[in-house]
């Protein structure tokens, strides 16, 4: 068999129900296995979606025992001569997975692949091409040099954003949201880190896979990542298992390090968790006294709907039952328009994904946003909420 997916899923059903579609076309034409480990959702996610894709294996777990763990439970089972870790909060473009395997087959010191993942407003996500957070590159991007000076190879190793996007590169960290890899390297190397129960995983097998003699590579094949919908960034759990995961990955690779080095590297990862923690704090005040009215973003919502006349009417009418606002292209507000917040919502029935992304990624306008709308299940999905 050429290739295993492995989707790690919890409280996600309407956002994985997506990212299985687009999989599913995506793996036309592929020998391919799917499995599904659910981290215990409380949203019906299994018995939902068990019968619509009949193909999927599912694997219910009774607890919930974090990202690194369920996924080696399906790893241990993969068959596929690569494997794919996928978030459920991504949508594959149609001509992703053939071309990233035509590039494995070709390059034989490759070991992983990452590829080009665009935010919902069509942006390219910095988290695409990183570097192994050394303690240097660390401080580079906590001390905000990594931002200041994007193009310096020394300061801005951490995002790697010296590099060409529309080019294939080589890196050192492979997104955990699609970290494809050959199978035989997981046996060589070992499986994700126990450790770790959400976040740095990816860093610390990148960073395992490089110490092997083998490569990582960016690749600019598209998909799309909601970033982080089962643990927001703005909760309090988000920062505490992100940074205590960055605490792990020091200790564990560079525990080495003198005493007097390693005290100011540990008081930044604290100091960077404490202002994240107080910023959230007031940002929670604010909202409870009706500052950020609208949104999570603080704007009102509007959508635009692109797509056939036959299925605009089914669009429209699920719109009129919830109350939102509806726009059409020439009436939708002008770019930069920081008063309302505006979802062009795609009919996926009429367009491609690979389509939809060629579209949002031309304009990357800001305040214009990805939705998704399927006739057959008459769902709206935006980066935010699910319109049922």
């Keep these: 068999m050429k290739l295993t997916v492995v989707i790690v899923s919890y409280n996600v059903k309407y956002y994985l129900e997506q990212c299985l579609d687009s999989l599913k076309k995506s793996l036309e034409g592929i020998e391919a296995e799917v499995f599904v480990v659910d981290n215990h959702s409380q949203d019906g996610s299994v018995e939902y979606l068990q019968a619509r894709f009949p193909d999927v294996h599912f694997i219910a777990l009774q607890h919930n025992i974090g990202f690194a763990r369920a996924n080696n439970i399906a790893i241990k089972s993969a068959k596929g001569s690569y494997v794919l870790l996928l978030n459920p909060d991504t949508i594959v473009a149609e001509n992703t997975l053939h071309e990233a395997l035509q590039f494995l087959d070709a390059h034989e010191g490759a070991g992983a692949v990452g590829v080009r993942m665009m935010n919902p407003d069509g942006?390219?996500?910095?988290?695409?091409?990183?570097?192994?957070?050394?303690?240097?590159?660390?401080?580079?991007?906590?001390?905000?040099?990594?931002?200041?000076?994007?193009?310096?190879?020394?300061?801005?190793?951490?995002?790697?954003?010296?590099l060409p996007w529309d080019e294939p590169s080589e890196i050192e960290v492979?997104?955990?949201?699609?970290?494809?890899?050959?199978?035989?390297?997981?046996?060589?190397?070992?499986?994700?880190d126990t450790d770790y129960f959400m976040y740095g995983e990816d860093i610390d097998l990148s960073?395992?896979?490089?110490?092997?003699?083998?490569?990582?590579?960016?690749l600019p094949l598209r998909i799309l990542h909601y970033k982080g919908l089962s643990t927001r960034k703005s909760s309090f759990r988000y920062v505490h298992v992100f940074y205590k995961a960055m605490l792990i990955f020091f200790r564990k690779h560079f525990g080495s390090l003198s005493f007097w080095l390693s005290i100011p590297i540990k008081g930044a990862i604290y100091f960077k968790a404490l202002t994240a923690l107080?910023?959230?704090?007031?940002?929670?005040?604010?909202?409870?006294?009706?500052?950020?009215?609208?949104?999570?973003?603080?704007?009102e919502s509007v959508y635009v709907f692109a797509g056939s006349e036959g299925n605009r009417k089914e669009f429209m009418r699920l719109m009129q039952e919830k109350g939102l606002e509806v726009l059409s292209a020439e009436d939708r507000p002008a770019e930069g328009s920081a008063k309302r917040s505006v979802?062009?919502?795609?009919?996926?029935?009429?367009?491609?994904?690979?389509?939809?992304?060629?579209?949002?990624?031309?304009?990357?306008?800001?305040?214009?946003?990805?939705?998704?709308?399927?006739?057959?299940?008459?769902?709206?999905?935006?980066?935010?909420?699910?319109?049922?």
Aim: some cysteine; proline content about 4%.
């Design 123 to 162: 942006t390219d996500a910095m988290e695409s091409r990183r570097g192994i957070p050394t303690p240097m590159t660390a401080f580079y991007k906590m001390s905000g040099l990594c931002a200041r000076f994007p193009a310096s190879r020394r300061f801005a190793r951490y995002y790697m954003s010296y």
């Design 207 to 218: 960073y395992r896979i490089c110490k092997a003699g083998w490569e990582n590579w960016y």
């Design 343 to 388: 979802f062009m919502v795609y009919d996926t029935d009429t367009y491609s994904y690979m389509e939809i992304f060629n579209q949002l990624s031309s304009h990357s306008l800001g305040n214009v946003k990805l939705g998704t709308y399927s006739p057959h299940t008459r769902v709206i999905i935006t980066e935010s909420e699910v319109i049922i």
């Design 278 to 299: 107080l910023s959230m704090a007031v940002g929670t005040v604010r909202k409870s006294l009706g500052f950020f009215p609208g949104n999570a973003d603080g704007q």
């Design 174 to 192: 492979v997104s955990g949201a699609f970290f494809l890899v050959r199978r035989k390297v997981l046996e060589e190397v070992g499986l994700l």
